[in-house]
Each structure stands twice: as structure tokens, then as C-alpha cells.
């Protein structure tokens, strides 16, 4: 019996050893390739301390039978199961994957939105798969999502992500009794649900939850829940959901936080299903095409920083400039250039010039230099006086009126005067 791990260079069911991936407490991922077909894998060794349990094979060889039962392209690939006893190894191989997880990622920032969303959707998507098969990850985090090339940020045609390690995943057809201590939480602490921090089983809306949490991350570059694993868990088991703020140029923002605080609900049954979470980073997806399809902006729509000591006089620059002296004229002398029989004339509504003015100073004083100038210069200005033709027809109309109704009322009162009592 052998009690070291695997070395470079050994040969195991055919795959010769190249390299160290990683390496963990419980099991060590390595870089191979098969000797007859010269194909790359990866080899996940168990670790020879546990070899000898039965619980930790039994639970090893779980995970490779579920991986193998559950496809889809954005799941890892599961070749073969090895146990053998000279040396003892018990370990399976999968196809191997080059690209950096999503925490290499996060280690130099939030990603894009495109980025971030893109990667969520291709997760709801296998975990669609996963739970149709009865089957609960329990450790969806970003160091279990790897991409299959390197991120890049110039392309809108982001990479395709894998979802790994079921180590710790559950099944609807085996006994996770039998497989888990009494007392155990399994999971990362960062990423499990309130009712893993409970102790209680682990459901399809656990998954949700913690695939809301790296969402969260993804776009803000920070994790709901920092800290060391006693703060976590016990900020985990307060009754409301965490707080948090998603940069304001994210698509959809008012819809994708309101679905985010559901899918951190403590309470698995107020969390939406994958199907309303896909919907949302779809729809959120689409406004990202729209936004980089829109026309660009036209060169001549600047914005003017406008003082609010210079404010009174800025419009009328403007309209002087493009106008020139003809409107300031009329708003000062409206009749002065009317003929005395002309009548009143009709102002046309003027071109105003595509501008955007921000106010340095308070805003109900921009606003009301705002309602000056529109009524100073887009109202149309009346007539100050009236002309001297014009009040005499109006004077000679009013008589004229009196008189007639005079008239009626006296030949109303002699007919009436005739008619027998």
C-alpha cells in the first residue's frame, strides 16, 4: 500500500502524469495525457490517507457517477474510474481544462457586465440539467467555475464556462446519510445557504442562492459575506436578506436586484426558480446588445458647465448667435416695427440648439431662470398697445352692439304692449 500521492512521470490506467494542478486535503488534481491516443486529462487522485476509508471512497466514487450521468457542455466531463491496489490509488479521470476560474478573475476586479452576465446564464443552464437529475452541487463558488480560454475583454463573445468538483453534491438516489458525518456542514461557508448554515438538507433553491452571491460579485467585485467563517455563519442565520448595490451602468438594474434580494431570501421558498433568473440575464443581456447597437451620440450634443452667476445672460447669447439681433429686438420692442393697420403676427417656434446646461449653484434657481427664458424667448410677445385704426374699430363695434340691442328691447316692449290683457 502506497502513501504518497502520485508522482510526474507514473503511469495510471494508461494516462502518464505531467503535472501538479492542485492540491487539496482530500483529494490532487494533476495534468496527464494517454500514452496510446496522446489525449489530455486530468486526473483527480484521491488522497492515499483515505484510500483505506470506505465512507471517502464510497463518496469518491459517488461523485464520479453522478458527474457521468449528468452532460451538458457547461459540465465537466468524467473519461474514467481507476481503483487499483499496487500502488493503492483510487482516483477518476476528466477531461482537462486550461483555462483560470472565476476567483483568478475576481482577484483583478468586478467584470463586465457582459462577462459577468454571459457566465451566470451558462450556470443556470447546467444547474437546469443538474437538478432534473435529482442532484444538488451544495458548493456553487467562483473557484468551481473555469473558463475554457482566457477572458477576453475586447471580444463580445465571452468564453464557455465549466462547472466542477460535485465532491460534496447530493442525490436524490443515494443516501447522503450514509456518506456524511452527524454534525457536519459540507460546503463553503462564503457560498452556502442559510439552510446549510442550518444543518437542514440542501435543496435545488440552495444552488440558486449561492449562484446569486457570485452574480453579486461578478458585477460589484465584492463578496456579500467577507471574513473569517464564524462572522459568515453567523451572519447567515440573521432573518434578512444581505445588502448590497449593483453599479449603476448594469443593465436592467431595478429588475436584476430585486431578483438577486428573492434569491438571497433566507427562506428557499421565497427564491425565484432558474427559469425566472435565466429570463432576467437574458432580458438583461438584450439591453446590453441595444445599448452597443444605438446609434452613437452626435459630436455637436456637449455638455456646458454654466455658472450660476452667468446663468441670466447664457440663452441670450445663444439665441443672438444663432438668430442674431432680430429676437433680442422683438422681446424688447414687440410693436415698435408694426404697421399701424397690420395685424398681430404669428412668431414660428425657434431651433434651438441641442445643448444640456448643468446648473453649479441650487436648482430651484436654475429652474426658475429656466421658466424665464421660455417664456421670454418660446412664447410668442404680445402686442403692448393696440394702434389707433384698431381701437376705433373696437370702440365703434361695442356701440354698434349696444344700439342693436337697444332696439330689440324697445320693439320687444311695443309688440308686447298691443297683446290683450
Known amino acids: 500500500m502506497s502513501s504518497r500521492m502520485p508522482q510526474v512521470g507514473e503511469v495510471l490506467a494508461g494516462y502518464q502524469i505531467d503535472r501538479l494542478i492542485a492540491h487539496g486535503g482530500m483529494s490532487s488534481v494533476f495534468a496527464a495525457h494517454h500514452l496510446a491516443l496522446s489525449r489530455p486529462a486530468a486526473i483527480k487522485c484521491l488522497s492515499p490517507w483515505l484510500t483505506h476509508e470506505p465512507t471517502a471512497v464510497a463518496r469518491f466514487l459517488r461523485e464520479a457517477r453522478i458527474i457521468s450521468h449528468v452532460q451538458h457542455p457547461n459540465l465537466i466531463e468524467v473519461y474514467d474510474y481507476v481503483q487499483q491496489s499496487s500502488p493503492n490509488r483510487v ?180 427564491r425565484p426558480c432558474l427559469a425566472e433568473l435565466s429570463v432576467t440575464i437574458e432580458h438583461a443581456l438584450k439591453e446590453l446588445h441595444r445599448r452597443a447597437t444605438a446609434p452613437e ?34 422681446k424688447s420692442t414687440p410693436v415698435a416695427n408694426y404697421a399701424e393697420e397690420a395685424e398681430t403676427p404669428v412668431l414660428q417656434p425657434l431651433n434651438l440648439p441641442k445643448l444640456k446646461v448643468v446648473p453649479a449653484g441650487p436648482e430651484h434657481l436654475f429652474a426658475d431662470r429656466m421658466d424665464s427664458f421660455h417664456h421670454d424667448f418660446l412664447v410668442p410677445p404680445m402686442p403692448a398697445r393696440l394702434s389707433i385704426a384698431q381701437s376705433r374699430r373696437r370702440v365703434f363695434g361695442a356701440w354698434a352692439h349696444w344700439c342693436l340691442l337697444v332696439t330689440m328691447v324697445m320693439v320687444a316692449g311695443a309688440y308686447l304692449s298691443q297683446l290683450p290683457l
Open 297 to 330: 451620440v452626435e459630436e455637436d450634443e456637449e455638455i456646458t458647465w454654466v455658472e450660476d452667476s452667468e446663468a441670466d445672460g447664457f440663452y441670450e447669447q445663444i439665441i443672438a448667435d444663432l438668430h442674431g439681433d432680430s429676437i433680442a429686438t422683438q
Open 91 to 270: 482516483a477518476m479521470v476528466m477531461e482537462l481544462l486550461e483555462g483560470p476560474t472565476v476567483a483568478q478573475l475576481l482577484d483583478r476586479g468586478p467584470l463586465r457586465s457582459l462577462d459577468a452576465l454571459n457566465i451566470s446564464l451558462q450556470l443556470c443552464e447546467a444547474l437546469s440539467v443538474v437538478h432534473k437529475a435529482g442532484v444538488v452541487h451544495r458548493d456553487i463558488k467562483p473557484e468551481n467555475v473555469i473558463l475554457m480560454r482566457p477572458l477576453d475583454t475586447s471580444s463580445n463573445n465571452p468564453p464557455r464556462v465549466k462547472l466542477i468538483d460535485f465532491g460534496v453534491a447530493s442525490s436524490e438516489n443515494t443516501d447522503d446519510a450514509i456518506l456524511t458525518i452527524d454534525g457536519t456542514i459540507l460546503g463553503t461557508p462564503a457560498y452556502m445557504a442559510p439552510e446549510q448554515v442550518a444543518g437542514d438538507p440542501a435543496v435545488a433553491a440552495s444552488d440558486i442562492y449561492a449562484l446569486a452571491e457570485l452574480l453579486v460579485e461578478m458585477l460589484t467585485g465584492k463578496a456579500l459575506f467577507p471574513g473569517h467563517a464564524v462572522a459568515i455563519l453567523r451572519a447567515k442565520s440573521m432573518p434578512n436578506p444581505p445588502n448590497f448595490t449593483l453599479p449603476i451602468d448594469t443593465p436592467l438594474r431595478s429588475e436584476l436586484s430585486y431578483l438577486l434580494s428573492r434569491s438571497l431570501s433566507p427562506y428557499p421558498q421565497q
